[in-house]
C-alpha cells in the first residue's frame, strides 16, 4: 500500500503536534537560550556556624542545581571560565537560623534532636539586579547525621529555582538581559 506525500505529511504534523502538547517542556527546552549559575561561597550571617556545614551547603548546591540541568553551567565562586559566559545569574545565600541537632537524640526520640537550617537565597544578574529571592528550611528530623540537613536545604533551594520561572536570558550581551529584567520581574518565594 502507498501512501501520498500530502497524506504523510499531514500525520507527521498530527504525530508532532501531539508530542508537542503532551511534552511542552521538552519542545521548548530545545530552542530556549539557558541561564549559567555561579554559586558563591556560603555566607554564615550572624550565626555562629562551623565551617564544615558552610562548605557542606555549598558542595550541595552546586551538586542538586547540577541535578535540576535547568541551567547550561554550574560554576564554582572564582571560576575563571565566568568572565566568559554571557548569560550568567550568582546564586548568593546567607544563613538566617541554625539549631544545632543530635544524632543521638534523634536515634533515641523521634521528637527532639533536629538539626534545622533556614538560609536566603538571592539570584542576580551580574550588576546586581536580584531576579529571585527566597527563603527555605532544610532539616534532619530521624536518622541521619547532622550534615544531612545541608543535602536537604540544598535539595529545597534546587527544586524551588526549579520550579520557578526566571525571565529568559538574551543569547548575546548581559546588559541586554540585566536591562530588560523590571522591578517587576523580581519573584520572592518563601517556603516555610
Same mark, same amino acid.
Given at each position: 500500500?502507498?501512501?501520498?506525500?500530502?497524506?504523510?505529511?499531514?500525520?507527521?504534523?498530527?504525530?508532532?503536534?501531539?508530542?508537542?502538547?503532551?511534552?511542552?517542556?521538552?519542545?521548548?527546552?530545545?530552542?530556549?537560550?539557558?541561564?549559567?549559575?555561579?554559586?558563591?561561597?556560603?555566607?554564615?550571617?550572624?550565626?555562629?556556624?562551623?565551617?564544615?556545614?558552610?562548605?557542606?551547603?555549598?558542595?550541595?548546591?552546586?551538586?542538586?542545581?547540577?541535578?535540576?540541568?535547568?541551567?547550561?553551567?554550574?560554576?564554582?565562586?572564582?571560576?575563571?571560565?565566568?568572565?566568559?559566559?554571557?548569560?550568567?545569574?550568582?546564586?548568593?545565600?546567607?544563613?538566617?537560623?541554625?539549631?544545632?541537632?543530635?544524632?543521638?537524640?534523634?536515634?533515641?526520640?523521634?521528637?527532639?534532636? +533536629? @538539626?534545622?537550617?533556614?538560609? /536566603?537565597?538571592?539570584?542576580? *544578574?551580574?550588576?546586581?539586579?536580584?531576579?529571585? #529571592?527566597? =527563603?527555605?528550611?532544610?532539616?534532619?528530623?530521624?536518622?541521619?547525621?547532622?550534615?544531612? +540537613? @545541608?543535602?536537604?536545604?540544598? /535539595?529545597?533551594?534546587?527544586? *524551588?529555582?526549579?520550579?520557578?520561572?526566571?525571565? #529568559?536570558? =538574551?543569547?548575546?550581551?548581559?546588559?541586554?538581559?540585566?536591562?530588560?529584567?523590571?522591578?517587576?520581574?523580581?519573584?520572592?518565594?518563601?517556603?516555610?
Amino acid at each position: 500500500m502507498t501512501t501520498s506525500k500530502p497524506w504523510s505529511f499531514a500525520l507527521l504534523a498530527a504525530t508532532l503536534s501531539a508530542f508537542a502538547i503532551a511534552h511542552p517542556a521538552a519542545v521548548s527546552a530545545e530552542g530556549a537560550a539557558q541561564w549559567s549559575v555561579q554559586v558563591r561561597k556560603v555566607d554564615p550571617g550572624d550565626i555562629n556556624l562551623a565551617s564544615s556545614f558552610q562548605i557542606a551547603i555549598y558542595e550541595n548546591l552546586l551538586d542538586q542545581l547540577s541535578k535540576t540541568k535547568q541551567f547550561k553551567q554550574v560554576l564554582r565562586d572564582g571560576d575563571r571560565k565566568a568572565s566568559d559566559v554571557a548569560d550568567l545569574l550568582v546564586l548568593k545565600t546567607t544563613v538566617e537560623k541554625y539549631t544545632a541537632g543530635s544524632e543521638t537524640r534523634r536515634a533515641v526520640t523521634t521528637v527532639s534532636g +533536629a @538539626t534545622k537550617l533556614t538560609v /536566603r537565597s538571592q539570584l542576580c *544578574t551580574l550588576d546586581g539586579k536580584v531576579i529571585l #529571592e527566597l =527563603t527555605v528550611n532544610g532539616n534532619v528530623r530521624f536518622m541521619g547525621s547532622n550534615l544531612r +540537613a @545541608t543535602h536537604n536545604l540544598a /535539595r529545597n533551594v534546587a527544586k *524551588t529555582i526549579k520550579s520557578t520561572r526566571l525571565p #529568559e536570558p =538574551t543569547s548575546g550581551t548581559l546588559s541586554k538581559a540585566a536591562n530588560s529584567i523590571s522591578s517587576d520581574d523580581i519573584v520572592v518565594v518563601e517556603l516555610r
